[in-house]
């Protein structure tokens, strides 16, 4: 019989750090805001200086929250992230959402070199570069408190080839596939020091980046999902919470889908009516 069963105990974030990238919008900052709504002291990255303080505009009055514009694929960008988290947070880093990406679609014959390069930078080296530059500071934390988070967010695109957008995005589901294969890797190094390394790989959830393609195939996209619908941010929240709680210590070197089942099937039988 144990006494540590309680949801409070499993599940409380209470007093933890976090720093989300890409935290100023879309998946990122519903994730900001489902930390502060739990007791969490969050540090949101974004390039965008005013992206940033229309974010710390909105989460006003939620708890702890600091914005720092930098870009995750520059070094001194990064070197000033890792300063300013090593300064505020002498026990250490609790938490580091490696959330921050962007997409490219274009035919075959006009995909350009120069998008691969930039995908797989934002999405895959600078999450590597990151969680190096920052492993001191979860090292500590994993000392501290036992146990330190390592979220990277994948896609479900990484885990099968998206169709639905009307134009084919080579790259981003390369990069995601190898973010993928990145967190286990990241695992099995970072595990025997208690940082436990997972990913979350989405469905089709509202951001700045599906903005277009929500526009044009939100139909298709219900229709392509078991649940007939797209993600909202309890689904994102929830997922997020349990990897870094408690409840989640002996989850280490996942890709958990949060996508409704889309990636099984193409939608829902026809026997099964509307
Ligand atoms: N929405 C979906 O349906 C979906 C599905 C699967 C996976 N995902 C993944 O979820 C993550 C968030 O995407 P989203 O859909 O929420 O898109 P979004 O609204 O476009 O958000 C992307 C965020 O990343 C930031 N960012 C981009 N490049 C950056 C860089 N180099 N350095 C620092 N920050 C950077 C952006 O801010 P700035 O422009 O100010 O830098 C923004 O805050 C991405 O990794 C994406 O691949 C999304």
């Not at 957008?165 to 025997?192: C, D, I, M, N, W």
Request: charged share 20%; aromatic share 6%; glycine share 10%.
């Amino acid at each position: 019989m144990s006494e540590n069963l309680s949801i409070d105990t499993l599940f409380s974030l209470k007093g933890c750090s976090a720093l989300v990238t890409g935290g100023s919008s879309g998946i990122g900052l519903m994730m900001v805001e489902g930390l502060l709504r739990n007791g969490v002291q969050v540090y949101m990255v974004s390039r965008s200086a005013e992206r940033c303080e229309a974010a710390l505009r909105a989460l006003e009055g939620l708890g702890e929250c600091a914005a720092i514009a930098a870009d995750v694929t520059d070094p001194a960008a990064r070197a000033r992230i890792v300063a300013r988290i090593e300064a505020d947070l002498p026990q250490g880093l609790d938490i580091l959402v490696n959330n921050a990406g962007s997409n490219w679609g274009a035919k075959l014959a006009d995909y350009p070199d120069s998008a691969f390069d930039k995908l797989m930078k934002t999405n895959v080296s600078s999450v590597f570069s990151l969680t190096r530059d920052l492993h001191k500071s979860l090292q500590s934390s994993a000392k501290h408190n036992g146990s330190a988070r390592v979220i990277n967010i994948g896609s479900m695109d990484g885990l099968q080839v998206p169709i639905v957008q009307g134009v084919p995005t080579f790259a981003y589901s390369a990069s995601k596939a190898a973010l993928h294969h990145l967190t286990r890797t990241l695992a099995v190094e970072l595990g025997p020091e208690g940082i436990t390394v997972n990913a979350i790989a989405p469905g089709f959830f509202e951001s700045k980046m599906t903005k277009h393609v929500m526009s044009e195939y939100r139909q298709n996209i219900e229709d392509g999902c078991p649940l007939g619908r797209i993600g909202n941010e309890q689904d994102i929240v929830g997922t997020l919470l349990f990897l870094c709680s408690r409840a989640g210590t002996y989850v280490n070197g996942v890709v958990l889908p949060v996508d409704g089942g889309t990636r099984l099937s193409k939608g829902r039988p026809s026997w099964l009516g509307e």
